[in-house]
């Protein structure tokens, strides 16, 4: 930051520095007032406020006329309308560094303009050699703004390519109206300048009709590029990777971080990171109070600048440079929070920032609630409604895949499968209730007891199984008893208010490639085993011959 504010005071002294060099070289007699009034004022308003965004950086017209009260009047004149107006406008805008670089690097740039242009040449009379020489000191104008404008705004940290495609933009629209007001000073005098203004009307509005259809077609095809990786990989972190790239040509900033907002636990679990390698020490969770909080809250999306960012305890830790912190709302129930950080050195964030993403952020919220109610309901597809574990088709078809994987990699595959012992008698005596909250136990004691890459599910009414992938029959019996014992130690409930109960499991054990080569053989001997151990007193585990 102070790097910049010494290249900003560096460049205001060399504008300052050159205006008498300007007046020696080109020295103006009579300077019209009023005209220059009616330039200064435009000036100050094309400075003070932009037209809009080209991609990511701001549209400022008011180089278009200081060039044109260079080349009428002198590059001392229009220096010094350019520094005038650029202090008027930082103050009028309240901008700490951006208008006065702007101001500095137009004054120095028209001040270069007098080595190809004297405005004392005259005007009398429009010829190709004279338009040759407007058209050289215009792109001469543009050269140095444009590499002025680089160095000033961090040099390397900038693009040099955004900020040349921007000027060139301006000086394309501007460059016509110049040259068509001086060629008409020779018939009316100062009532060009007033042409001039009116053209510059009519540029602007142009220029700011084409800047929102150019937004506009950005944030449709950032709308659609949302909907195919929603449909492609249904995964929210895919997502934001697509989304970030798309948000980057709006709108700059160097991370991007996705909250999903969990009310009962009053704190945001991170979704996703871009780009991806800005991951390292990004927390899992954040607690949803501070400034966080106050944007869930309100639903209103919250800029902070760098310096009033570190100030607030809850996101120095975390996040650094100028925040924009969004909302992410459904039907006004607050799903999340989108976070875009931006270097220090930069221009801090600004509503109008928000406004430019807005379309996107409110299309966003809606597709990541569409993503987890799909998420959830294919969830429930699978899944057992009483125990949570996999129902008894889609556990088949994991044991399919496991079977597969194992036949291809020969790796040994072991199955268990578990019958409640007396679950019967249970649910005759302590009612179908009580017996239905004894399977939830049951299977988050196997949720518990098995590793993550262990598939349990519901094989059936008091019945599960659990596959152990690159598992072999030894290792597996050690886990079958340890279940067995857990289970004879849990308590379970019995009559309401009542003393708890104690209840067993019998496990079959069988593997693969010993005891079946094939998904069915394989079941049908670990159920054998099962069945064995049922028979020879039941609370224990029976492997398969």
């Not at 929102?212 to 949302?226: E, K, P, V």
């Not at 109008?352 to 998420?375: C, K, P, Q, S, T």
């Not at 597996?476 to 009542?498: I, S």
Request: net charge positive; aromatic share 8%; charged share 20%.
């Amino acid at each position: 930051m102070h790097g910049l504010q010494r290249r900003q005071r560096v460049l205001w002294g060399v504008a300052l520095a050159g205006l008498p060099v300007c007046w020696w070289l080109q020295p103006v007699k009579v300077v019209p007032l009023l005209p220059l009034s009616l330039l200064l004022l435009l000036t100050v308003l094309t400075m003070a406020l932009p037209v809009g965004r080209l991609r990511s950086r701001k549209l400022r017209f008011g180089g278009a006329v200081v060039l044109f009260t260079s080349l009428l009047y002198g590059a001392a004149v229009g220096g010094a309308m350019s520094i005038v107006a650029g202090w008027i406008a930082q103050r009028v805008v309240r901008e700490r560094q951006n208008t006065l670089w702007y101001a500095s690097a137009v004054a120095v740039s028209a001040q270069c303009t007098s080595v190809l242009f004297h405005a004392s040449g005259g005007l009398s009379t429009v010829t190709w050699q004279l338009l040759l020489r407007i058209l050289a000191a215009a792109l001469l104008f543009g050269a140095v703004r444009v590499l002025l404008l680089w160095w000033g705004e961090g040099g390397r940290k900038v693009s040099v390519w955004s900020v040349a495609r921007t000027e060139m933009f301006v000086d394309g629209v501007a460059f016509p109206t110049v040259v068509a007001a001086l060629s008409t000073h020779s018939l009316w005098g100062w009532l060009s300048v007033a042409l001039f203004c009116v053209m510059g009307a009519i540029g602007l509005l142009s220029a700011r009709a084409f800047i929102q259809a150019h937004l506009a077609q950005r944030q449709i095809r950032a709308l659609r590029t949302m909907h195919q990786r929603l449909i492609a990989h249904l995964h929210p972190d895919h997502l934001l990777q697509d989304l970030g790239n798309e948000l980057r040509r709006l709108l700059p900033f160097d991370r991007l971080t996705l909250w999903s907002y969990a009310r009962q636990e009053a704190h945001l679990q991170s979704v996703g990171v871009y780009p991806q390698q800005s991951r390292d020490g990004m927390p899992t969770s954040l607690e949803a109070n501070g400034a966080l909080g106050k944007v869930l809250d309100e639903r209103k999306p919250l800029v902070l600048a760098h310096v009033l960012a570190e100030r607030l305890p809850d996101l120095q830790e975390h996040f650094h440079g100028h925040l924009l912190v969004t909302p992410l709302c459904v039907r006004d129930y607050p799903w999340g929070l989108l976070i875009l950080e931006r270097d220090p050195n930069w221009e801090p964030f600004v509503r109008a920032d928000y406004e430019v993403i807005e379309v996107l952020v409110e299309h966003l919220a809606i597709l990541l609630e569409n993503l987890r109610l799909y998420r959830q309901t294919a969830e429930l597809a699978v899944r057992d409604g009483l125990t949570g574990l996999l129902n008894h088709r889609r556990w088949h078809e994991r044991l399919q895949e496991e079977l597969s994987r194992s036949l291809r990699y020969h790796h040994p595959l072991t199955l268990l499968m578990i019958d409640v012992d007396y679950f019967k008698r249970y649910n005759d005596t302590y009612g179908h209730q009580q017996g239905d909250e004894l399977l939830r136990q049951l299977a988050e004691i196997l949720r518990q007891n098995i590793r993550q890459s262990d598939i349990a599910g519901r094989y059936g009414g008091e019945e599960f199984a659990v596959i152990l992938p690159e598992t072999d029959k030894e290792s597996a019996a050690v886990l079958a008893q340890r279940l067995c014992e857990v289970v004879a130690r849990t308590p379970f409930p019995g009559y309401p208010g009542g003393p708890p109960v104690r209840c067993t499991v019998s496990i079959g054990v069988a593997s693969y490639p010993e005891d079946a080569l094939t998904v069915s053989n394989l079941i049908a001997a670990a159920d054998t085993a099962l069945y064995r151990a049922k028979r020879f007193g039941k609370n224990r585990v029976v492997i398969a011959p």
